[in-house]
């Protein structure tokens, strides 16, 4: 449906984080997204997670990059939900008008695509905004870790 249901950002360091610059990220992390989330460490490999939302630290040929990644989970499920409800609305109005009886079956036909339709939007109406704020937290955190030490602190951002 064209819905931003998910947001990533892929930064390139172009050189190592430290053991100590890893650990300072994940303090940001946790500042900016309001959540403590669990960090796991695999040889060179690193991930800080919370729920849908991933930043994973990986080795490349010039150093390392940093992956950041969510989707939004609620609404992904509330639109799941109303296509589910649109389907079931479809099969009882065939089934319905198969028998010769949509007359009767039209006040429940009318509900269940009423449901459909407003978890569908429930879902939907949200998603810009939030893919707007995400987007703008991995680009702020991403830009801090490209530039020089001891520059500014980045502002946490809740949403």
Do not use: C, K, Y
């Not at 100590?20 to 060179?44: K, M, P």
């Not at 479809?90 to 269940?112: Q, R």
């Amino acid at each position: 449906m064209g819905l931003p249901i998910g947001v990533a950002r892929t930064v390139n360091l172009n050189r190592r984080l430290t053991d100590h610059e890893w650990e300072q990220l994940v303090v940001r992390l946790r500042e900016v997204f309001d959540a403590r989330g669990t960090t796991r460490s695999d040889g060179s490999f690193r991930q800080w997670t919370n729920g849908n939302l991933q930043v994973l630290l990986e080795p490349t040929e010039s150093g390392h990059r940093l992956r950041f990644r969510t989707v939004h989970g609620a609404a992904r499920a509330s639109i799941g939900a109303g296509l589910a409800a649109l389907g079931v609305t479809a099969t009882v109005a065939i089934a319905t008008a198969v028998s010769g009886h949509v007359g009767d079956a039209m006040p429940g036909i009318a509900f269940l695509l009423a449901a459909g339709v407003g978890m569908i939007l429930n879902g939907a109406l949200r998603l810009p905004r939030w893919a707007r704020l995400r987007g703008s937290q991995m680009d702020a955190l991403g830009a801090h870790m490209t530039s020089p030490p001891n520059s500014a602190p980045l502002s946490r951002g809740l949403g």
